[in-house]
């Protein structure tokens, strides 16, 4: 549908609604709501000017149950000329309570009497049976005299004091100077011995503010002059005999009420708007067809014949829009070379997730991306991130993912975070990502090169396990063959000497980021740090600090005395082994793990120089005599002693 047509359905939509507007009386929403709580209408069926929206004249408070209230008071009843409100009978109720009867449009008319306690001053009141209600009331209260209320009980009223006034005069009953305001009586009832204490009345007289009546053409306007809180004049609208409504020109105003009236009014309005309607129904038709398609467009997913076998770990796109809240950056976990990963709430399982969408600027491409959900999609341990399924739109790619409660790693070690990991949580962290890769390597059905082992793609989960993820440069081959070369992919730091010389990703180059890691988590350093002049190398670092006998002065200043001198000793010098530069000196996952479990004692390490300089290991079971070093010099590693290192590390990798 072209722009013009749907500006055209606007237009019509628009004209309907306005002569729908003219032809219904009530069409048009007053700018005074008497909706009430949950949105149904007040139980006492108010009516203008009265309400609960700032538009309200007089603006009432609200129940939860629906009552409309003064203050703490019932509203009992609203007629044209006065407002009556429920006292229960409290003996305790402060005085100043009453304070909330005299409001800007309204207030107690001098045909209430009030019953008070414990005022300083007194006044006549000109009750007939005074004193027997006062010994009704006070009987009461001593009944239920929870706090030793003084029950001097007195009474107020304005013609007892010889008064002639319209409303119930608020400084003379201030002066009075009392206590408590326990309940009071309409002039109705002060003959009525018997009335019951324990509910009465109190009647307000109300009014709009305004020196000129704003009355509607069938309504009569009374017109108020002295009014109390300041003075000032205002009037009230009542429709004419045989009228309904308000009577106020900014409410409903007034029309005849006979059946007959109303029944040309319907059938007037059915008569024209009718038609209209329909035309508007079928137009907004029109549009809401309109509308599916192009939603159906822009949720629209692409799927080819490898998919097909993995229908079930698809995603919606829709449901993933849904959960991110449109992929908006509040939820935004991260972003980095392959794209930006999102928080999300799927809708209909209510499941936290983590969505990565792989950015189109990235060398992750489709081949990446099959890769990834093909195959790393099946693995399964305890510490990997699960991929949980995938999402195709357009040239858009999608990886679902467990969520990460706590976030990856590295924001635990650097910039001095705010928030910590102890030096026990930290070495449970290592070997739960050592038995991770130990399955990548031996334990699934291919050997899997994870290639970008580092602390940001090291995440928590709610208990603080450490859990490898992000498998995008993941490479697979049979157990038993050999790697394929490919291009160089890593990151900086992280990368073994020979993977950048042959391009060749081995289990090798994975243990070489490893010892890498270890090296991160126990001295919260970065492999590579910039300096002013100079970067410094972290394993060149720890070497040092071994160097001078000391190599736990490498370990993390934070830590202080929390960590266990030997597993701290253990995890360095287990870093210093994996980022040997002869990859035949690095000991395998399986190893590593026994030696973290202590099912496996570390070979004695003596220092001369790691990295370029060399590292030379001390084999105090069997061998003690042989020595096997590594100079820098000549730039070949360990060529004639290969075997024998193989073997002495116990075999097989």
């Known amino acids: 549908m072209s722009k013009m047509a749907r500006s055209t359905l606007l237009l019509l939509a628009g004209m309907v609604s306005l002569i729908i507007t003219a032809g219904a009386h009530e069409a048009v929403p007053q700018p005074c709501s008497q909706t009430c709580g949950t949105g149904m209408p007040a139980k006492q069926n108010l009516t203008y000017p009265f309400g609960f929206s700032p538009g309200c004249p007089i603006q009432l408070n609200c129940s939860e149950d629906g009552d409309a209230l003064i203050g703490e008071f019932l509203v009992q009843s609203v ?7 429920t006292i229960e009978d409290k003996c305790d109720r402060p005085f100043g309570s009453i304070d909330h009867l005299y409001g800007r449009n309204y207030a107690p008319t001098g045909k209430n009497s009030v019953l008070l306690n414990n005022c300083t001053q007194s006044s006549p009141c000109d009750l007939p049976t005074t004193q027997v209600i006062q010994d009704q009331f006070q009987s009461l209260c001593e009944r239920s005299n929870k706090t030793n209320t003084n029950t001097s009980m007195s009474c107020y009223s304005e013609q007892a004091n010889n008064y002639s006034t319209e409303f119930l005069n608020r400084t003379r009953l201030f002066a009075l100077d009392c206590k408590y ?11 009525n011995v018997s009335a019951p204490l324990g509910v009465q009345l109190l009647q307000l007289e109300w009014w709009v503010n305004g020196d000129e009546c704003e009355c509607s053409e069938d309504a009569d306007c009374v017109q108020l002059s002295g009014l109390p809180n300041g003075g000032g004049n205002g009037f009230r609208c009542k429709c004419e005999h045989g009228f309904l409504g308000d009577g106020f020109m900014a409410g409903t105003g007034s029309w005849r009420g006979s059946p007959e009236r109303k029944k040309e009014e319907m059938l007037k309005v059915l008569t024209i708007a009718l038609p209209l309607m329909v035309l508007f129904v079928v137009s907004m038709l029109i549009m809401g067809v309109v509308s599916v398609i192009r939603r159906k467009r822009k949720f629209a997913e692409v799927l080819e014949d490898w998919e097909r076998d993995y229908g079930p770990h698809r995603f919606k796109y829709k449901d993933l829009y849904i959960a991110t809240k449109g992929f908006r950056d509040q939820e935004l976990l991260g972003a980095g070379g392959f794209g930006r990963v999102y928080r999300g709430i799927l809708p209909t399982s209510k499941m936290e997730i983590a969505v990565k969408k792989v950015s189109h600027e990235s060398g992750q491409g489709m081949r990446e991306f099959v890769a990834e959900v093909i195959s790393i999609g099946r693995l399964r341990h305890r510490n990997l991130v699960s991929l949980l399924g995938y999402c195709r739109r357009k040239r858009e790619l999608l990886l679902v993912y467990d969520y990460m409660p706590n976030g990856s790693l590295d924001k635990y070690l650097y910039n001095q975070p705010k928030v910590t990991l102890n030096w026990t949580q930290r070495f449970r962290v290592i070997k739960g990502v050592a038995s991770g890769l130990l399955y990548l390597h031996e334990g699934w059905e291919q050997v899997v090169i994870h290639r970008d082992i580092k602390a940001s793609n090291i995440l928590l989960d709610a208990e603080l396990n450490g859990r490898l993820g992000d498998f995008g440069l993941a490479r697979l081959h049979d157990h038993g063959t050999d790697p394929q070369t490919t291009r160089v992919a890593g990151t900086v730091g992280y990368l073994a000497p020979e993977h950048t010389r042959t391009g060749k990703a081995t289990r090798s180059t994975d243990m070489f980021a490893f010892g890498a890691f270890l090296l991160e988590v126990a001295c919260g350093r970065r492999p590579i740090e910039h300096g002013d002049t100079e970067d410094v190398i972290l394993v060149d670092w720890v070497s040092s600090c071994w160097d001078r ?21 253990l995890v360095l010098k287990l870093g210093l082994m994996c980022s040997h530069p002869d990859p035949l000196m690095r000991p395998s996952m399986r190893q590593v793990l026994q030696y973290l479990e202590g099912d496996l004692l570390m070979p004695e390490l003596l220092s001369s120089g790691i990295s370029s300089s060399g590292l030379t290991f001390v084999y105090s079971e069997g061998l003690d005599d042989l020595a096997v070093s590594c100079p820098s ?3 070949k590693a360990f060529t004639d002693l290969s075997s024998v290192a193989e073997s002495l590390l116990s075999g097989e990798r």
């Open 79 to 85: 007629s044209p000329d006065a407002v009556v409100v």
């Open 181 to 191: 305001f326990p309940s009071s009586i309409l002039m109705e009832a002060q003959n």
């Open 549 to 569: 006998g000391d190599i736990l002065e490498a370990s993390d200043l934070t830590l202080g005395a929390e960590s266990v001198e030997e597993e701290m000793e």
């Open 633 to 635: 010099s000549t730039g």
